[in-house]
């Protein structure tokens, strides 16, 4: 055989429409577990960008180019950054679904880079108008009170929180009991003196019960992600706080538990993220213990110190 010469592997491929590769990834997708949310997000980008090129087509009209069409046509509507990458990564897992089917070849799919920012947190003034206490009888501003305090002390994520109930809570030894994360893995995380305060302040005068939802929905079942959303958005507005977004609170935890001198480990832990490079984003972003001790160790001050104090020896023994 000459050299270089490779055999090459015939895969032969099922005709398969859009519309029935769809079906049957929204099915696996659900099989597999994944979060109601996560299902959903699939749904739509995936199922829009089926849509987009029709969905009684069959799978080999997606193709390179049309991928890459797809990108251009985003990036000429305004979308690009986070949410296109984020787009194709969807899309990239239906593909790569299909190819493991067996109804289509395995193609690149080009994910956009992108100088990735981080959303400005809540300053200290929007958070003191946000952490006010109620001064009102209406439940719903309470909750959300509560809440704004519970995001901005945990930095949990918002499916987390919703999942959480008053028989996950242990005031006396300060800690929760998480049941749902994005990694599936329940866990107890501590909570701080002043939370703790507030939640069974907030406890007694909702006057929720072991089996009820930490932050229920007005007739007491499990308040919706839309239903918390808009919720706190009434309550930022009423505050006098224009910007609304309840994954701020997350920023706004991480940056001040970093400037705070927090250890970038134990942040790690706290936020749940799945590596340390998630956490040093925040740690590159807003650590101030780079400059704190700059002039301690600078070379250059430290060499002008140096020369300063041998002259004044000198000026001081008369040299």
Not at 4 to 33: P, S
Not at 52 to 59: D, F, M, P, S
Not at 237 to 265: C, D, E
């Amino acid at each position: 055989m000459p050299r270089g010469r490779k055999i090459v592997r015939v895969v032969e491929i099922e005709d398969c429409t859009i519309e029935q590769a769809l079906a049957e990834f929204y099915r696996h997708n659900q099989i597999k577990g994944l979060a109601k949310e996560t299902q959903r997000q699939y749904r739509i980008v995936v199922g829009n960008f089926g849509e987009w090129i029709g969905k009684e087509k069959y799978l080999s009209a997606i193709t390179e180019k049309t991928l890459e069409d797809y990108i251009y046509y985003h990036t000429e509507r305004g979308i690009k950054g986070v949410t296109l990458a984020s787009m194709m990564k969807h899309i990239r897992r239906f593909i790569y679904f299909c190819v493991w089917r067996g109804y289509m070849e395995q193609i690149e799919v080009t994910i956009p880079k992108f100088e990735e920012q981080l959303k400005e947190p809540y300053t200290e003034q929007e958070m003191k108008l946000l952490l006010a206490r109620p001064t009102s009888s209406r439940w719903v501003e309470w909750r959300c009170w509560a809440m704004t305090n519970y995001f901005f002390s945990t930095g949990q994520r918002l499916s987390t929180a919703l999942n959480v109930q008053i028989c996950h809570l242990d005031l006396e030894k300060a800690t929760v009991k998480l049941v749902w994360n994005k990694d599936k893995k329940q866990k107890y995380m501590p909570l701080s003196s002043a939370l703790v305060n507030v939640l069974k302040e907030y406890i007694e005068l909702s006057g929720l019960q072991e089996e009820d939802y930490l932050f229920p929905e007005y007739e007491g079942g499990q308040l919706t992600r839309r239903g918390a959303e808009d919720s706190m958005k009434d309550y930022n507005h009423s505050r006098g706080v224009m910007r609304t977004g309840i994954h701020l609170f997350r920023h706004t935890f991480a940056k001040g538990y970093i400037q705070n001198g927090g250890n970038p480990v134990k942040l790690q832990k706290l936020l749940n993220h799945k590596t340390i490079e998630q956490t040093m984003r925040y740690v590159n972003l807003y650590g101030n213990d780079v400059s704190s001790d700059l002039d301690t160790y600078n070379p250059l001050d430290n060499f002008k110190k140096s020369n300063y104090m041998e002259k004044r020896r000198k000026i001081m023994i008369g040299v």
